[in-house]
Protein backbone atom coordinates (compact mmCIF):
# COMPACT_ATOMS: atom_id res chain seq x y z
CA UNK A 1 0.00 0.00 0.00
CA UNK A 2 1.99 2.91 -1.18
CA UNK A 3 0.75 6.48 -0.03
CA UNK A 4 1.37 9.85 -2.09
CA UNK A 5 1.31 13.00 -0.17
CA UNK A 6 -0.15 15.92 -2.25
CA UNK A 7 1.08 19.57 -2.90
CA UNK A 8 1.94 21.30 0.00
CA UNK A 9 3.66 19.03 2.83
CA UNK A 10 5.39 15.32 3.01
CA UNK A 11 4.46 11.89 3.85
CA UNK A 12 3.54 13.24 7.23
CA UNK A 13 0.27 14.02 5.91
CA UNK A 14 -0.46 10.12 6.59
CA UNK A 15 0.61 9.77 9.65
CA UNK A 16 -2.77 9.22 11.04
CA UNK A 17 -4.14 6.82 7.69
CA UNK A 18 -1.18 4.49 7.13
CA UNK A 19 -0.94 2.79 10.65
CA UNK A 20 -4.57 1.54 10.42
CA UNK A 21 -2.96 -0.74 7.61
CA UNK A 22 0.03 -1.43 8.69
CA UNK A 23 -0.81 -4.81 9.98
CA UNK A 24 -2.12 -5.82 6.68
CA UNK A 25 -0.48 -3.75 4.30
CA UNK A 26 3.54 -3.13 3.47
CA UNK A 27 3.58 0.56 4.05
CA UNK A 28 5.44 2.23 1.58
CA UNK A 29 5.54 6.18 2.24
CA UNK A 30 7.73 8.64 0.24
CA UNK A 31 8.21 12.17 -0.43
CA UNK A 32 8.00 13.70 -3.93
CA UNK A 33 11.21 15.40 -4.78
CA UNK A 34 12.04 18.67 -3.79
CA UNK A 35 10.04 18.06 -0.53
CA UNK A 36 10.22 16.61 2.73
CA UNK A 37 13.15 14.95 3.02
CA UNK A 38 13.91 13.93 -0.69
CA UNK A 39 17.35 14.42 -2.40
CA UNK A 40 16.58 17.91 -3.51
CA UNK A 41 20.18 17.38 -5.30
CA UNK A 42 17.63 14.72 -7.97
CA UNK A 43 15.15 17.35 -9.45
CA UNK A 44 15.64 17.87 -12.75
CA UNK A 45 12.87 20.91 -14.27
CA UNK A 46 12.83 18.53 -17.30
CA UNK A 47 11.59 15.61 -15.99
CA UNK A 48 9.16 17.30 -13.38
CA UNK A 49 7.52 19.78 -15.91
CA UNK A 50 4.74 17.48 -16.32
CA UNK A 51 2.75 15.17 -13.98
CA UNK A 52 4.34 12.21 -15.56
CA UNK A 53 7.46 12.85 -14.26
CA UNK A 54 6.24 12.24 -10.84
CA UNK A 55 4.08 9.35 -12.44
CA UNK A 56 7.73 7.74 -13.18
CA UNK A 57 8.96 7.80 -9.85
CA UNK A 58 6.00 6.45 -8.64
CA UNK A 59 6.86 3.19 -11.21
CA UNK A 60 10.04 3.48 -10.50
CA UNK A 61 9.62 3.05 -6.61
CA UNK A 62 7.23 -0.04 -7.47
CA UNK A 63 10.33 -1.30 -9.30
CA UNK A 64 13.20 -1.06 -7.20
CA UNK A 65 10.83 -2.53 -4.52
CA UNK A 66 9.10 -5.40 -6.45
CA UNK A 67 5.98 -4.21 -5.88
CA UNK A 68 2.78 -5.87 -7.62
CA UNK A 69 -1.01 -5.46 -6.82
CA UNK A 70 -0.35 -1.85 -4.94
CA UNK A 71 -2.82 -0.28 -3.56
CA UNK A 72 -1.95 3.46 -4.39
CA UNK A 73 -3.20 6.28 -1.98
CA UNK A 74 -2.57 9.84 -3.78
CA UNK A 75 -3.97 12.84 -2.30
CA UNK A 76 -4.99 15.86 -3.83
CA UNK A 77 -2.64 16.02 -6.92
CA UNK A 78 -0.81 12.90 -6.28
CA UNK A 79 -4.40 11.61 -7.01
CA UNK A 80 -3.93 12.48 -10.84
CA UNK A 81 -0.14 10.90 -10.41
CA UNK A 82 -1.32 7.65 -9.54
CA UNK A 83 -3.96 7.95 -12.44
CA UNK A 84 -0.85 8.64 -14.65
CA UNK A 85 0.79 5.77 -13.42
CA UNK A 86 -1.87 3.25 -13.46
CA UNK A 87 -2.26 4.26 -17.20
CA UNK A 88 1.30 3.69 -17.97
CA UNK A 89 1.63 0.71 -16.41
CA UNK A 90 -1.81 -1.31 -15.49
CA UNK A 91 -0.47 -4.42 -14.31
CA UNK A 92 1.25 -2.82 -10.96
CA UNK A 93 -1.92 -1.56 -9.39
CA UNK A 94 -4.71 -3.68 -8.02
CA UNK A 95 -6.26 -0.18 -6.55
CA UNK A 96 -6.54 3.47 -6.89
CA UNK A 97 -7.55 5.44 -3.56
CA UNK A 98 -7.93 8.69 -4.96
CA UNK A 99 -8.36 11.68 -1.89
CA UNK A 100 -9.71 14.97 -3.41
CA UNK A 101 -8.46 14.43 -6.87
CA UNK A 102 -8.61 17.17 -9.52
CA UNK A 103 -7.92 16.69 -13.24
CA UNK A 104 -7.99 19.72 -13.72
CA UNK A 105 -8.29 23.01 -11.42
CA UNK A 106 -8.50 26.08 -14.35
CA UNK A 107 -11.81 26.65 -14.87
CA UNK A 108 -12.32 25.67 -18.85
CA UNK A 109 -14.92 25.75 -21.15
CA UNK A 110 -17.78 23.55 -19.98
CA UNK A 111 -15.90 22.70 -17.17
CA UNK A 112 -15.79 24.22 -13.94
CA UNK A 113 -12.32 23.65 -12.00
CA UNK A 114 -13.12 26.39 -9.34
CA UNK A 115 -10.00 28.62 -10.07
CA UNK A 116 -8.64 31.32 -12.21
CA UNK A 117 -5.66 31.70 -13.69
CA UNK A 118 -5.36 35.17 -11.31
CA UNK A 119 -6.00 32.70 -8.52
CA UNK A 120 -3.39 30.85 -9.75
CA UNK A 121 -1.28 33.66 -9.39
CA UNK A 122 -2.00 34.45 -6.17
CA UNK A 123 -0.86 31.19 -5.25
CA UNK A 124 2.56 31.77 -6.32
CA UNK A 125 2.66 35.01 -4.88
CA UNK A 126 1.88 33.60 -1.63
CA UNK A 127 4.92 31.60 -1.76
CA UNK A 128 6.78 34.05 -2.85
CA UNK A 129 5.26 36.05 0.11
CA UNK A 130 6.27 32.84 2.59
CA UNK A 131 9.65 32.09 1.54
CA UNK A 132 11.92 34.58 3.41
CA UNK A 133 9.49 33.55 6.57
CA UNK A 134 10.98 29.86 5.79
CA UNK A 135 14.29 30.30 5.41
CA UNK A 136 14.62 31.57 8.54
CA UNK A 137 12.89 28.50 10.33
CA UNK A 138 14.38 25.76 7.96
CA UNK A 139 17.59 27.05 9.03
CA UNK A 140 18.06 25.27 12.33
CA UNK A 141 16.27 21.97 10.70
CA UNK A 142 19.01 21.79 8.24
CA UNK A 143 22.07 22.50 10.60
CA UNK A 144 20.74 19.37 12.71
CA UNK A 145 20.36 20.48 16.42
CA UNK A 146 20.37 16.70 17.80
CA UNK A 147 21.86 17.54 21.34
CA UNK A 148 19.34 19.80 21.51
CA UNK A 149 16.24 18.39 21.19
CA UNK A 150 14.40 21.29 22.99
CA UNK A 151 15.19 23.29 20.33
CA UNK A 152 12.81 21.11 18.04
CA UNK A 153 9.89 23.06 19.85
CA UNK A 154 11.18 26.32 18.39
CA UNK A 155 11.45 24.97 14.71
CA UNK A 156 7.77 25.63 12.99
CA UNK A 157 6.56 24.36 9.75
CA UNK A 158 9.05 22.04 9.24
CA UNK A 159 6.25 19.43 7.70
CA UNK A 160 5.76 21.99 4.78
CA UNK A 161 9.61 22.48 4.25
CA UNK A 162 10.88 22.65 0.77
CA UNK A 163 13.20 24.27 -1.37
CA UNK A 164 11.31 27.37 -2.57
CA UNK A 165 12.28 27.30 -6.10
CA UNK A 166 10.94 23.50 -6.64
CA UNK A 167 7.81 23.97 -4.49
CA UNK A 168 6.75 27.52 -7.27
CA UNK A 169 7.63 24.44 -9.95
CA UNK A 170 5.36 22.18 -8.54
CA UNK A 171 2.74 24.55 -7.79
CA UNK A 172 2.89 25.52 -11.09
CA UNK A 173 2.62 22.48 -12.50
CA UNK A 174 0.03 20.90 -10.45
CA UNK A 175 -2.03 23.84 -10.93
CA UNK A 176 -1.88 24.38 -14.18
CA UNK A 177 -2.15 20.72 -15.29
CA UNK A 178 -5.04 19.34 -17.27
CA UNK A 179 -5.29 15.15 -16.80
CA UNK A 180 -8.76 15.07 -18.02
CA UNK A 181 -8.22 12.94 -20.67
CA UNK A 182 -6.01 10.43 -18.90
CA UNK A 183 -8.91 9.04 -16.80
CA UNK A 184 -10.70 7.59 -19.47
CA UNK A 185 -7.07 5.70 -19.75
CA UNK A 186 -7.11 4.07 -16.95
CA UNK A 187 -8.48 0.19 -15.77
CA UNK A 188 -7.70 0.17 -12.44
CA UNK A 189 -10.64 -0.27 -9.78
CA UNK A 190 -10.48 3.14 -7.94
CA UNK A 191 -12.24 4.84 -5.30
CA UNK A 192 -12.78 8.85 -5.35
CA UNK A 193 -12.83 10.21 -1.85
CA UNK A 194 -14.86 13.38 -1.75
CA UNK A 195 -15.12 15.59 0.93
CA UNK A 196 -18.77 17.51 1.67
CA UNK A 197 -17.04 20.79 1.61
CA UNK A 198 -13.65 20.84 -0.37
CA UNK A 199 -12.32 24.52 -1.36
CA UNK A 200 -9.76 22.84 -3.85
CA UNK A 201 -11.39 20.01 -5.19
CA UNK A 202 -14.95 20.89 -5.01
CA UNK A 203 -17.91 17.76 -5.24
CA UNK A 204 -18.18 18.72 -9.10
CA UNK A 205 -14.97 17.82 -9.31
CA UNK A 206 -14.80 14.75 -7.82
CA UNK A 207 -17.92 13.55 -9.52
CA UNK A 208 -16.42 14.22 -12.99
CA UNK A 209 -13.29 12.26 -11.92
CA UNK A 210 -16.31 9.32 -11.19
CA UNK A 211 -17.99 9.71 -13.71
CA UNK A 212 -14.87 9.70 -16.57
CA UNK A 213 -13.04 7.03 -14.14
CA UNK A 214 -14.92 3.87 -15.45
CA UNK A 215 -15.50 1.53 -12.75
CA UNK A 216 -14.84 3.87 -9.91
CA UNK A 217 -16.57 4.12 -6.75
CA UNK A 218 -17.42 7.59 -4.77
CA UNK A 219 -17.79 8.21 -1.39
CA UNK A 220 -18.40 11.69 -0.31
CA UNK A 221 -16.86 12.31 3.14
CA UNK A 222 -18.52 14.52 6.20
CA UNK A 223 -15.76 16.44 6.81
CA UNK A 224 -14.49 19.96 5.62
CA UNK A 225 -11.44 20.94 3.99
CA UNK A 226 -9.04 19.33 1.30
CA UNK A 227 -6.87 16.90 3.72
CA UNK A 228 -9.71 14.52 5.35
CA UNK A 229 -6.35 12.10 5.92
CA UNK A 230 -5.75 15.04 8.68
CA UNK A 231 -9.08 16.47 9.43
CA UNK A 232 -11.28 13.33 9.45
CA UNK A 233 -8.67 10.61 9.55
CA UNK A 234 -11.19 7.60 10.82
CA UNK A 235 -13.58 8.46 8.21
CA UNK A 236 -10.96 8.21 5.90
CA UNK A 237 -9.51 4.92 6.98
CA UNK A 238 -12.89 3.40 7.40
CA UNK A 239 -14.13 4.45 3.85
CA UNK A 240 -10.87 3.19 2.54
CA UNK A 241 -11.30 -0.28 4.21
CA UNK A 242 -14.55 -0.39 3.29
CA UNK A 243 -13.90 -0.16 -0.01
CA UNK A 244 -10.65 -2.78 0.24
CA UNK A 245 -12.64 -5.53 1.93
CA UNK A 246 -16.22 -4.95 0.34
CA UNK B 1 5.62 68.52 29.43
CA UNK B 2 5.81 64.77 30.31
CA UNK B 3 4.20 63.55 33.30
CA UNK B 4 6.29 60.97 35.25
CA UNK B 5 3.65 57.89 36.08
CA UNK B 6 4.62 55.50 39.09
CA UNK B 7 4.69 51.88 37.87
CA UNK B 8 2.16 51.41 40.45
CA UNK B 9 -0.58 53.32 38.43
CA UNK B 10 0.00 51.45 35.67
CA UNK B 11 -0.70 48.36 37.49
CA UNK B 12 -4.23 50.09 38.56
CA UNK B 13 -4.77 50.73 35.05
CA UNK B 14 -3.93 47.58 33.13
CA UNK B 15 -5.73 45.68 36.65
CA UNK B 16 -8.70 47.63 35.39
CA UNK B 17 -9.05 46.47 32.01
CA UNK B 18 -11.41 43.42 31.83
CA UNK B 19 -10.23 40.13 29.98
CA UNK B 20 -12.89 41.36 27.50
CA UNK B 21 -11.09 44.97 26.56
CA UNK B 22 -7.87 43.14 26.39
CA UNK B 23 -9.31 40.56 23.93
CA UNK B 24 -11.49 43.39 22.03
CA UNK B 25 -9.10 45.95 21.26
CA UNK B 26 -5.63 43.79 21.50
CA UNK B 27 -3.59 45.46 18.91
CA UNK B 28 -3.66 42.42 16.70
CA UNK B 29 -6.54 41.16 15.24
CA UNK B 30 -8.39 38.05 16.80
CA UNK B 31 -10.38 35.43 15.60
CA UNK B 32 -11.73 31.86 16.53
CA UNK B 33 -12.72 29.46 14.56
CA UNK B 34 -14.54 25.85 14.77
CA UNK B 35 -12.28 23.00 13.82
CA UNK B 36 -13.92 23.24 10.30
CA UNK B 37 -13.19 27.01 10.06
CA UNK B 38 -16.54 28.11 10.34
CA UNK B 39 -15.88 31.82 12.36
CA UNK B 40 -17.00 31.59 15.99
CA UNK B 41 -15.49 34.78 17.36
CA UNK B 42 -13.91 37.62 16.33
CA UNK B 43 -12.64 40.51 18.03
CA UNK B 44 -13.20 44.51 17.30
CA UNK B 45 -9.58 44.87 15.87
CA UNK B 46 -10.51 42.36 13.67
CA UNK B 47 -14.09 44.26 12.53
CA UNK B 48 -12.18 47.78 12.60
CA UNK B 49 -9.06 46.29 10.10
CA UNK B 50 -11.64 44.37 7.75
CA UNK B 51 -14.07 46.33 7.56
CA UNK B 52 -16.51 43.33 8.31
CA UNK B 53 -19.44 43.35 10.93
CA UNK B 54 -19.22 40.44 13.27
CA UNK B 55 -23.12 39.44 13.19
CA UNK B 56 -22.08 39.12 8.89
CA UNK B 57 -19.43 36.74 10.30
CA UNK B 58 -20.05 34.26 13.01
CA UNK B 59 -21.41 31.62 12.40
CA UNK B 60 -21.50 32.09 8.71
CA UNK B 61 -18.40 32.01 6.99
CA UNK B 62 -15.47 30.37 7.22
CA UNK B 63 -11.85 32.20 7.63
CA UNK B 64 -10.92 30.77 4.26
CA UNK B 65 -13.62 32.56 2.42
CA UNK B 66 -12.19 35.87 3.58
CA UNK B 67 -8.98 34.42 1.51
CA UNK B 68 -8.15 35.20 -1.97
CA UNK B 69 -8.51 32.03 -4.55
CA UNK B 70 -4.10 31.90 -4.21
CA UNK B 71 -4.38 32.07 -0.69
CA UNK B 72 -7.27 29.63 -0.06
CA UNK B 73 -5.26 27.47 -1.76
CA UNK B 74 -2.30 28.24 0.71
CA UNK B 75 -4.76 27.60 3.35
CA UNK B 76 -5.59 24.17 2.32
CA UNK B 77 -2.16 22.82 1.42
CA UNK B 78 -0.30 24.19 4.12
CA UNK B 79 -1.68 26.29 6.55
CA UNK B 80 -4.38 23.73 7.62
CA UNK B 81 -2.38 20.67 6.92
CA UNK B 82 0.40 22.42 9.59
CA UNK B 83 -2.16 23.39 11.70
CA UNK B 84 -3.83 19.68 12.24
CA UNK B 85 -0.05 18.55 12.31
CA UNK B 86 1.80 20.61 14.93
CA UNK B 87 -1.06 22.03 17.05
CA UNK B 88 0.36 25.47 15.52
CA UNK B 89 1.24 27.38 13.35
CA UNK B 90 3.23 30.31 13.15
CA UNK B 91 4.21 33.49 10.68
CA UNK B 92 2.45 32.46 8.00
CA UNK B 93 2.12 35.49 5.28
CA UNK B 94 -1.54 35.53 3.64
CA UNK B 95 -3.33 38.27 2.56
CA UNK B 96 -7.04 38.91 3.99
CA UNK B 97 -9.65 39.95 1.88
CA UNK B 98 -11.44 42.86 3.19
CA UNK B 99 -15.03 43.80 3.26
CA UNK B 100 -14.73 46.45 0.43
CA UNK B 101 -12.48 43.93 -1.66
CA UNK B 102 -9.21 45.15 -0.21
CA UNK B 103 -6.29 43.31 0.23
CA UNK B 104 -4.57 43.34 4.09
CA UNK B 105 -1.11 41.82 3.99
CA UNK B 106 -1.17 40.02 7.18
CA UNK B 107 0.88 37.92 9.26
CA UNK B 108 -1.00 34.84 10.70
CA UNK B 109 -0.36 32.51 13.68
CA UNK B 110 -2.66 30.01 14.86
CA UNK B 111 -3.10 27.43 17.66
CA UNK B 112 -5.56 24.45 17.72
CA UNK B 113 -7.24 24.57 21.28
CA UNK B 114 -8.22 20.54 22.76
CA UNK B 115 -10.99 20.27 25.25
CA UNK B 116 -10.53 18.37 28.61
CA UNK B 117 -10.71 14.28 26.75
CA UNK B 118 -8.07 16.16 24.68
CA UNK B 119 -10.30 16.18 21.48
CA UNK B 120 -9.41 19.20 19.27
CA UNK B 121 -11.75 21.84 19.47
CA UNK B 122 -11.21 25.37 18.80
CA UNK B 123 -8.83 27.39 16.50
CA UNK B 124 -7.38 30.52 17.69
CA UNK B 125 -5.71 33.07 15.56
CA UNK B 126 -4.13 36.34 15.52
CA UNK B 127 -3.11 38.43 12.71
CA UNK B 128 -0.54 41.11 12.69
CA UNK B 129 -0.89 43.84 10.07
CA UNK B 130 2.55 43.41 7.92
CA UNK B 131 1.58 45.93 5.24
CA UNK B 132 4.97 47.58 5.59
CA UNK B 133 6.75 44.37 6.21
CA UNK B 134 5.19 42.82 3.29
CA UNK B 135 6.13 45.80 1.22
CA UNK B 136 9.89 45.42 1.98
CA UNK B 137 9.84 41.83 1.24
CA UNK B 138 8.24 42.77 -1.64
CA UNK B 139 11.41 45.13 -2.64
CA UNK B 140 13.90 42.31 -1.54
CA UNK B 141 12.15 39.86 -4.29
CA UNK B 142 11.98 42.49 -6.69
CA UNK B 143 16.14 43.43 -5.71
CA UNK B 144 16.71 39.86 -6.62
CA UNK B 145 14.72 39.50 -9.38
CA UNK B 146 16.34 42.64 -10.99
CA UNK B 147 19.91 41.30 -10.54
CA UNK B 148 19.02 38.38 -12.22
CA UNK B 149 17.48 40.15 -15.22
CA UNK B 150 20.52 42.30 -15.41
CA UNK B 151 22.87 39.16 -15.46
CA UNK B 152 20.97 37.78 -18.11
CA UNK B 153 20.69 41.17 -20.17
CA UNK B 154 24.74 41.75 -19.21
CA UNK B 155 25.17 38.14 -20.16
CA UNK B 156 22.91 38.44 -23.33
CA UNK B 157 24.41 41.36 -24.83
CA UNK B 158 28.45 40.52 -23.97
CA UNK B 159 27.23 37.44 -26.76
CA UNK B 160 25.82 39.76 -29.23
CA UNK B 161 28.07 41.12 -32.30
CA UNK B 162 28.44 40.56 -35.61
CA UNK B 163 29.83 37.18 -36.42
CA UNK B 164 32.85 36.57 -38.97
CA UNK B 165 31.62 36.10 -42.35
CA UNK B 166 32.95 35.57 -45.73
CA UNK B 167 33.73 32.80 -48.56
CA UNK B 168 34.18 29.77 -47.98
CA UNK B 169 32.67 29.44 -44.70
CA UNK B 170 29.52 29.39 -42.80
CA UNK B 171 29.08 30.10 -39.09
CA UNK B 172 26.25 29.72 -36.99
CA UNK B 173 25.94 30.27 -32.57
CA UNK B 174 23.05 29.33 -30.61
CA UNK B 175 22.88 30.83 -26.76
CA UNK B 176 19.95 30.36 -24.58
CA UNK B 177 20.17 30.96 -20.68
CA UNK B 178 18.49 28.91 -18.40
CA UNK B 179 15.07 29.47 -17.05
CA UNK B 180 14.59 32.89 -16.29
CA UNK B 181 13.73 32.70 -12.76
CA UNK B 182 17.26 31.06 -12.60
CA UNK B 183 20.29 33.01 -12.05
CA UNK B 184 22.86 33.55 -15.44
CA UNK B 185 25.82 30.89 -15.65
CA UNK B 186 28.55 32.37 -17.65
CA UNK B 187 28.67 30.09 -20.35
CA UNK B 188 30.06 31.81 -23.20
CA UNK B 189 30.96 31.99 -26.92
CA UNK B 190 32.93 34.24 -29.33
CA UNK B 191 34.34 33.82 -33.45
CA UNK B 192 36.31 37.28 -34.68
CA UNK B 193 38.82 37.57 -37.80
CA UNK B 194 42.69 37.16 -36.74
CA UNK B 195 43.72 37.68 -39.98
CA UNK B 196 42.39 37.46 -43.74
CA UNK B 197 41.69 34.40 -44.09
CA UNK B 198 41.75 32.81 -40.46
CA UNK B 199 39.23 32.75 -37.89
CA UNK B 200 39.00 32.36 -34.18
CA UNK B 201 36.56 30.24 -32.45
CA UNK B 202 36.09 30.44 -28.64
CA UNK B 203 33.66 28.49 -26.32
CA UNK B 204 33.96 28.46 -22.32
CA UNK B 205 32.40 28.10 -19.25
CA UNK B 206 32.53 29.64 -16.19
CA UNK B 207 32.00 28.08 -12.71
CA UNK B 208 29.24 30.16 -10.93
CA UNK B 209 26.09 31.78 -11.45
CA UNK B 210 24.90 35.68 -11.42
CA UNK B 211 25.59 38.85 -11.93
CA UNK B 212 29.27 37.96 -10.77
CA UNK B 213 29.38 35.10 -13.92
CA UNK B 214 28.50 37.71 -16.55
CA UNK B 215 30.91 39.82 -15.14
CA UNK B 216 33.54 37.59 -14.70
CA UNK B 217 32.94 36.01 -18.34
CA UNK B 218 33.21 39.40 -19.92
CA UNK B 219 36.30 39.98 -18.58
CA UNK B 220 37.64 36.43 -19.96
CA UNK B 221 36.21 37.14 -22.85
CA UNK B 222 37.67 40.17 -23.75
CA UNK B 223 41.45 38.94 -22.22
CA UNK B 224 41.07 35.80 -24.93
CA UNK B 225 40.39 38.78 -27.48
CA UNK B 226 43.16 40.53 -26.86
CA UNK B 227 45.49 37.93 -26.04
CA UNK B 228 44.58 36.26 -29.52
CA UNK B 229 45.21 39.13 -31.56
CA UNK B 230 49.28 38.92 -30.47
CA UNK B 231 48.89 36.36 -32.32
CA UNK B 232 49.67 33.75 -29.53
CA UNK B 233 49.22 29.49 -30.45
CA UNK B 234 46.16 27.93 -28.95
CA UNK B 235 48.24 26.39 -25.92
CA UNK B 236 49.94 29.29 -25.40
CA UNK B 237 47.01 31.32 -25.47
CA UNK B 238 45.63 28.72 -22.69
CA UNK B 239 49.13 29.81 -20.83
CA UNK B 240 48.99 33.15 -20.79
CA UNK B 241 45.04 32.62 -19.54
CA UNK B 242 46.18 31.09 -16.51
CA UNK B 243 48.68 33.75 -16.03
CA UNK B 244 45.95 36.63 -16.22
CA UNK B 245 43.36 34.28 -13.92
CA UNK B 246 46.23 34.06 -11.17
CA UNK B 247 47.38 37.76 -11.65
CA UNK B 248 43.30 38.95 -11.46
CA UNK B 249 42.11 36.80 -9.15
CA UNK B 250 39.26 35.78 -11.56
CA UNK B 251 37.98 33.08 -13.33
CA UNK B 252 40.00 29.72 -11.77
CA UNK B 253 38.76 26.26 -12.86
CA UNK B 254 37.03 27.82 -16.32
CA UNK B 255 36.92 25.61 -19.02
CA UNK B 256 37.78 27.41 -22.71
CA UNK B 257 38.50 25.63 -26.17
CA UNK B 258 40.17 27.75 -28.06
CA UNK B 259 40.83 26.99 -31.91
CA UNK B 260 42.52 28.77 -35.04
CA UNK B 261 40.99 28.07 -38.07
CA UNK B 262 42.83 28.89 -41.68
CA UNK B 263 40.17 28.87 -44.14
CA UNK B 264 42.55 28.43 -47.42
CA UNK B 265 44.79 25.47 -45.63
CA UNK B 266 40.91 24.16 -44.22
CA UNK B 267 43.72 24.05 -40.87
CA UNK B 268 42.64 23.88 -37.47
CA UNK B 269 44.69 24.45 -34.45
CA UNK B 270 43.21 24.02 -31.23
CA UNK B 271 43.81 24.02 -27.66
CA UNK B 272 40.92 22.48 -24.99
CA UNK B 273 41.71 23.38 -20.81
CA UNK B 274 39.21 20.84 -19.50
CA UNK B 275 36.00 22.02 -21.82
CA UNK B 276 33.60 19.22 -23.40
CA UNK B 277 35.52 17.84 -26.50
CA UNK B 278 34.48 19.71 -29.97
CA UNK B 279 32.93 17.20 -32.46
CA UNK B 280 34.09 16.83 -36.27
CA UNK B 281 31.54 16.44 -39.20
CA UNK B 282 33.31 15.45 -41.92
CA UNK B 283 32.68 14.28 -45.14
CA UNK B 284 32.18 10.03 -45.59
CA UNK B 285 33.07 10.00 -42.02
CA UNK B 286 30.45 9.11 -38.70
CA UNK B 287 30.67 11.97 -36.45
CA UNK B 288 32.88 11.85 -33.72
CA UNK B 289 34.54 13.73 -31.06
CA UNK B 290 37.98 15.05 -30.57
CA UNK B 291 40.45 14.33 -27.76
CA UNK B 292 43.50 15.26 -28.87
CA UNK B 293 44.55 18.45 -27.71
CA UNK B 294 43.32 18.45 -24.34
CA UNK B 295 44.78 20.00 -20.75
CA UNK B 296 43.64 21.06 -17.60
CA UNK B 297 40.68 23.75 -16.59
CA UNK B 298 42.58 27.39 -16.31
CA UNK B 299 44.21 28.52 -13.17
CA UNK B 300 43.90 25.01 -11.60
CA UNK B 301 47.53 25.24 -9.66
CA UNK B 302 49.81 23.65 -12.40
CA UNK B 303 51.87 26.63 -12.83
CA UNK B 304 53.09 27.08 -16.07
CA UNK B 305 53.38 23.73 -17.46
CA UNK B 306 52.73 23.19 -20.76
CA UNK B 307 49.27 22.78 -22.31
CA UNK B 308 48.69 20.05 -25.34
CA UNK B 309 47.78 21.95 -28.76
CA UNK B 310 46.73 19.97 -31.74
CA UNK B 311 46.17 20.64 -35.36
CA UNK B 312 44.04 18.94 -37.93
CA UNK B 313 43.42 19.26 -41.10
CA UNK B 314 39.56 19.32 -42.51
CA UNK B 315 38.62 18.54 -45.09
CA UNK B 316 36.18 20.34 -47.20
CA UNK B 317 32.65 20.00 -46.07
CA UNK B 318 33.32 19.37 -43.07
CA UNK B 319 31.45 21.07 -39.71
CA UNK B 320 33.15 21.92 -36.04
CA UNK B 321 31.09 22.36 -33.59
CA UNK B 322 31.80 23.85 -29.88
CA UNK B 323 29.52 23.49 -27.31
CA UNK B 324 29.34 23.82 -23.25
CA UNK B 325 28.35 21.57 -20.76
CA UNK B 326 24.50 22.52 -21.01
CA UNK B 327 23.66 20.79 -24.43
CA UNK B 328 25.20 17.35 -22.95
CA UNK B 329 24.49 17.39 -19.05
CA UNK B 330 21.58 15.86 -17.76
CA UNK B 331 20.68 15.18 -14.18
CA UNK B 332 20.07 11.07 -13.76
CA UNK B 333 21.52 10.10 -17.20
CA UNK B 334 25.06 9.44 -18.05
CA UNK B 335 27.13 11.50 -19.96
CA UNK B 336 28.47 8.99 -22.08
CA UNK B 337 24.52 8.37 -23.41
CA UNK B 338 24.22 12.12 -23.51
CA UNK B 339 27.12 12.12 -26.04
CA UNK B 340 25.97 9.66 -27.55
CA UNK B 341 22.65 11.80 -28.92
CA UNK B 342 24.67 14.30 -29.52
CA UNK B 343 26.72 12.69 -32.18
CA UNK B 344 23.19 10.81 -33.11
CA UNK B 345 22.18 14.22 -33.74
CA UNK B 346 24.79 15.42 -35.67
CA UNK B 347 24.49 12.07 -37.93
CA UNK B 348 20.99 13.31 -38.82
CA UNK B 349 21.57 16.69 -39.87
CA UNK B 350 24.76 15.98 -41.70
CA UNK B 351 24.47 18.29 -44.81
CA UNK B 352 22.16 20.94 -43.24
CA UNK B 353 23.50 24.33 -43.12
CA UNK B 354 24.38 24.95 -39.66
CA UNK B 355 22.55 27.84 -39.24
CA UNK B 356 19.35 25.04 -39.23
CA UNK B 357 21.58 22.47 -37.98
CA UNK B 358 22.57 24.13 -35.02
CA UNK B 359 19.43 25.81 -33.48
CA UNK B 360 17.48 22.31 -34.40
CA UNK B 361 20.47 20.18 -32.46
CA UNK B 362 19.93 22.08 -29.33
CA UNK B 363 16.45 21.94 -29.26
CA UNK B 364 16.16 18.44 -29.27
CA UNK B 365 19.00 17.87 -26.73
CA UNK B 366 18.36 20.80 -24.36
CA UNK B 367 14.56 21.48 -24.81
CA UNK B 368 13.22 24.14 -22.39
CA UNK B 369 12.59 24.20 -19.50
CA UNK B 370 16.87 24.44 -18.73
CA UNK B 371 18.48 24.32 -15.23
CA UNK B 372 22.09 25.30 -17.17
CA UNK B 373 23.00 27.80 -19.71
CA UNK B 374 23.28 26.39 -23.62
CA UNK B 375 25.82 27.67 -25.54
CA UNK B 376 26.48 25.94 -29.04
CA UNK B 377 28.62 26.87 -31.79
CA UNK B 378 28.88 25.54 -35.08
CA UNK B 379 31.09 26.16 -38.33
CA UNK B 380 30.93 24.57 -41.93
CA UNK B 381 33.78 24.79 -44.53
CA UNK B 382 32.54 24.70 -47.66
Redesign the interface.
Known amino acids: MMFAH????DQ??W?YVWPAFADTYRIVLFDHVGLGGSDVG??????Y?RLDGYAEDVLEICHELGLDDVVFVGH?VSAMIGVLAAAKEPERFGALILVGPSPRYVDDEGYRGG??R????????????????WSA?IAPVIMGTPDRPELGDEL?????RADP?IA?HFAEVT?LSDNRADLARVRTPALVLQCA?D??APVSVGEYVHRHLRGSELVMLDA????PN??APEQTVAAIKRYLEG | MSVERSPASVTTDLSEATAEELFEDAPCAYLATD???LLIRVNRTFENWTGYRREDLIGKR?F?ELL???????????Y???L???G????????IRRADGSLL?ALVNSVLRHDSSGQPRVIRTTIFDATDR?RY??E??AAREREHEIAHRLQRSMLTGALPSGEGFELAVYYESA?E??EAGGDWYDAFWLSERTVALVCGDIVGRGLEAAATMGQLRSAVRALASTGLEPAALLNAMDGYCRRHRIGATTTLIYAVLDLDERRLSFACAGHPPLALVAPDRDPRFVWDGRSWPLDVGFGERERAQATWSLPAGSTVLLYTDGLVE???ETLEDRMGLLLEQLAAHRGEPVSRSVPAMAAALA?????DDVCVLGLTLR
Do not use: W
Not at chain 2, 68 to 78: A, D, K, L, N
Not at chain 2, 88 to 95: D, F, N, Y
Open positions: GFGCNMRAYDRRKDSFSEDIEGLLDSMDSNYLGTTNTFCDRFNAIVGHCLS | LDGRSGGGGRIYHETHAPLMMQSVREIALEPRERLLEMLRRRPPPRD
